[in-house]
């Protein structure tokens, strides 16, 4: 089966500072992968997600993420972190036959200003 | 289009008691799960279901019970509450076989059980 690892629990940056978050996928094919944002008391909404082409893509509130095939990898990357950034971040992998997700333990972004 | 739709959002359970989470969608979507969220552990899948009247175990399934009789209603139901079922729910669904459609997830339940 399938999973992910998020080497970081908890991640401080300062306002308007770059971001880059980690995530490393087991899975014996190409994998479907994506980014959920978590904010306090809130459920998971998709940041971005990808299924094949090109390795990097882009989602929404300015976050992108590349693929990596020879690292396993699929890091979250934003140029300038906003206060309002600050949440719970969790990676997953789908299994491209069944779609079942496989999340990570997730990396909390605390925004200092 | 409310989506998925979860409830309650809290509650307050004792040792023993039953209780079931409500999940309900309208986006016509087939597949729908459940699953809790602990701290520092990410999410871990309860149950899902790919369709009306089929349901599967995930990774944790002891201690709780799903029906589908529907494609909207998807509720999980605790029979024996016990102290480590305190989590958030969290009920997602989405549309197509083969994960390129991502989930649409719930705003949860936050129960508690003392």
């Known amino acids: 089966a399938q999973s992910v690892t998020q080497p970081d629990i908890h991640i401080t940056v300062s306002e308007g500072a770059s971001l880059e978050l980690r995530c490393n996928y087991s899975y014996g094919a190409t994998p479907y992968l994506f980014w959920y944002v978590q904010s306090p008391g809130q459920g998971l909404q998709l940041l971005l997600k990808y299924f094949s082409g090109d390795t990097l893509v882009q989602g929404i509130k300015g976050f992108e993420a590349e693929f990596k095939r020879s690292q396993s990898s699929f890091n979250l990357r934003k140029p300038s972190v906003h206060w309002s950034d600050a949440a719970e971040y969790f990676c997953a992998v789908g299994a491209v036959r069944t779609g079942d997700m496989r999340f990570g333990a997730g990396t909390r972004l605390t925004v200092k200003p | 289009n409310a989506g998925v739709t979860q409830t309650p959002k809290f509650r307050i359970l004792k040792i023993g008691q039953s209780m079931t989470l409500q999940c309900t969608q309208d986006m016509n979507h087939n597949y729908m799960y459940w699953y809790r969220q602990d701290p520092g552990m990410g999410l871990k899948l309860i149950y899902y279901?790919?369709?009306?009247?089929?349901?599967d175990k995930g990774e944790v399934p002891n201690g709780y019970n799903v029906s589908r009789s529907t494609t909207e209603d998807f509720p999980l139901r605790l029979e024996l509450a016990a102290p480590s079922q305190t989590s958030v729910y969290f009920c997602?669904?989405?549309?197509?076989?083969?994960?390129?459609?991502?989930?649409?997830f719930g705003s949860g339940t936050r129960l508690t059980v003392v």
């Open positions: 279901s790919v369709g009306a009247g089929i349901t």
């Open positions: 997602a669904s989405r549309l197509q076989q083969g994960a390129s459609y991502g989930y649409t």
